[in-house]
């Protein structure tokens, strides 16, 4: 009897872990970077510069893609300056699908598409032109959408041959993961990626073909001096509870996340936190990461509710303070 129960312990304490192999699916294979063909959009500055620039020092065949020739122009040498790789650079504003086709066929197949264009106007939505609240929409979501339309025919055709995986990450923002006071346009273009991404992931995974989708906090680039200009003062309480980080170290996180082929990637602890609490249906390559979703979302929406608690609290002593 002894013996038959020691059984049942160890079957319920492997059980799970033998699920987890069978459930979980990871990648085939570390997705390496060296001569591959990475195209980056919004890579004139922040963000997609230092995306840009380690992909190059990384081995990758780069090109960059923004609306500003002269900013391109300027990214281009500062890449070709620090790593001595020379980079393609075209000029088209995301929004207009043929200027982008005709980019995707001068740069030619791509291996590796990340999606970092994007526009942020902090402000609240009874005050907000809906002028800026459409061009978030359009830049931000169906900007992404034209940018894979126009890639995804070569990536699936893989004219270059070869078999290695191939990557398409969006470059979404922790207010793509919670709703954030003054960001109504901003999170819901953002929180569209989530859909999109999921969606996707399952149309173009027959094709060997691993979506990413990043999570960064406020990241220090020359747009978020601009952003912080405008920014409604409970968004500033709320918003800068995360910290902030630096554009370099976000690159290396989603490098390094692409290169995992892992779908979410967060790049700090609030973010790791979220992608937990906000888990859902979304896929999960790594087993470790499973175990801790599983075992840690009870505790984590806890810990969701006692920050949410946080910034109701803010947001009505702001309003008693400044609605008198």
Not at 18 to 28: A, C, D, K, W, Y
Not at 200 to 227: C, K, M, N, W
């Amino acid at each position: 009897m002894d013996d038959l129960y020691f059984l049942l312990l160890l079957l319920l304490i492997f059980l799970p872990i033998i699920l987890f192999f069978i459930v979980v699916r990871g990648p085939p294979s570390r997705l390496d970077l060296k001569s591959r063909h990475v195209l980056i959009t919004g890579g004139s500055s922040g963000i997609g510069l230092s995306l840009a620039r380690l992909a190059a020092s990384e081995g990758a065949r780069v090109s960059i893609l923004a609306r500003n020739q002269s900013s391109l122009s300027v990214a281009a040498e500062s890449i070709r300056l620090s790593t001595g790789v020379e980079v393609s650079a075209f000029s088209a504003d995301v929004r207009d699908y043929d200027a982008v086709r005709n980019v995707i066929e001068q740069a030619g197949e791509v291996d590796v598409l990340i999606i970092n264009a994007g526009v942020f106007v902090p402000e609240e939505l009874d005050k907000q032109d809906l002028e800026e609240v459409r061009k978030m929409i359009d830049v931000n979501l169906m900007g992404s959408f034209n940018v894979v339309k126009a890639a995804l025919p070569g990536m699936k055709r893989r004219e270059n041959g070869g078999r290695a995986p191939r990557s398409i990450a969006f470059m979404s923002s922790q207010a793509g993961q919670v709703g954030i006071y003054g960001y109504t346009a901003y999170s819901a273009s953002k929180f569209g990626l989530r859909g999109f991404a999921e969606a996707l992931q399952q149309e173009v995974i027959g094709d060997d073909i691993y979506v990413s989708l990043i999570f960064p906090p406020d990241t220090d680039t020359p747009g978020l001096a601009e952003e912080n200009k405008r920014k409604p003062p409970l968004t500033s309480i709320i918003a800068g509870s995360s910290g902030s980080m630096t554009a370099d170290d976000v690159a290396r996180k989603t490098l390094d996340g692409i290169k995992a082929s892992r779908f979410i990637i967060t790049c700090n602890s609030m973010g790791r936190l979220l992608s937990i609490a906000a888990a859902g249906m979304s896929p999960q390559r790594s087993i470790r990461m499973a175990l801790i979703e599983v075992l840690g979302i009870g505790m984590t929406r806890l810990v969701a509710l006692f920050v949410q608690c946080g910034w109701y609290k803010s947001i009505h002593e702001w309003h008693a303070v400044n609605k008198q």
